[in-house]
């Protein structure tokens, strides 16, 4: 038997597929600045690898992530000065262009709600539990508020913040933080169906609509048509949407769509 450390976090490819899985279950893949840093790191791999198409960011055990590592001498959240933090992670998933879609196939609480709503699409197993338990703990989920509030009424988000209460992924999906919830035995069709829509898409198209997400609902209505008018007919212009749109005149399948997925 190996005396080897488990990898905090394991990745695979497959069929133009990163496969970003934490790997800490006995520790509920807590936020130790180990996971965090490894998290970050191979975020840049599917990012720089260009056989790889879209991300899922997974996990094994039945806990997604439960936030901070409580019991670790680093935790990886804000003030970890060692290497990267959870806001590094954060930044990558909405501005890296490629797409981040979230299997969550178990609970998250604290950042971990805040790591699956930070992906792109996500689906969650829906006998699962999630929560902001922060203020239980004497905290606030301060930093994962950046990325659930732009998704959430104010009246979801005063419940659920002060309150701590765990509630369902259906819910989570009613409120807008995650895409779906599903059984478990269909989370993996529903995140496929994901993943085979988002591949059909331009590498260069997915990437613009992530910045049409993030960018366009900080801009007043003026700023907004005089960028989205430019950044448009710079679309419209290049050789991607010239050969998308030659297979959609001719009825068959973009360049860009898989060997495999070519239906």
């Known amino acids: 038997m190996s005396d080897a450390p488990e990898e905090p976090v394991l ?32 975020l ?30 680093k935790p990886g959240v804000a003030g970890n000065t060692a290497g990267r933090t959870f806001v590094d992670v954060f930044q990558q998933i909405m501005n890296d262009p490629k797409p981040v879609i979230g299997k969550i196939d178990g609970h998250a609480t604290g950042g971990g ?24 703990l004497g905290v606030a989920p301060a930093v994962i508020s950046v990325v659930c509030l732009p998704k959430m009424r104010r009246a979801d988000a ?9 509630f369902t992924p259906t819910r989570a999906a009613d409120i807008g933080l995650i895409n779906a919830a599903a059984p478990a035995d269909e989370l993996d069709a529903r995140v496929e169906h994901y993943v085979d829509m988002v591949v059909r898409g331009g590498p260069m198209a997915l990437a613009a609509g992530k910045q049409l997400i993030n960018r366009v609902p900080n801009m007043n209505t003026k700023e907004a048509f005089e960028w989205t008018a430019t950044f448009s007919k710079a679309l419209f212009e290049s050789d991607e949407a010239k050969a998308g749109i030659a297979a959609f005149v001719a009825k068959e399948p973009a360049p860009w769509v898989p060997e495999d997925r070519r239906d």
């Not at 005063?158 to 765990?166: A, I, K, N, P, V």
């Open 158 to 166: 005063s419940e659920l913040f002060l309150t701590g209460e765990r």
């Open 113 to 136: 709600v805040g790591l699956a709503a930070a992906c792109d699409i996500s689906v969650m197993r829906d006998d699962a539990k999630i929560g902001f338990t922060e203020a239980r």
């Open 11 to 42: 990745y695979a490819t497959a069929g133009g597929v990163a496969t970003i899985t934490l790997n800490l279950p006995e520790r509920k893949n807590s936020l130790s600045a180990e996971l965090v840093n490894t998290l970050s790191e191979r």
């Open 44 to 73: 840049d791999d599917a990012n720089e690898d260009d056989d790889v198409r879209v991300i899922v960011l997974t996990n094994n055990g039945n806990t997604f992530c439960a936030g901070a590592d409580l019991k670790a001498t």
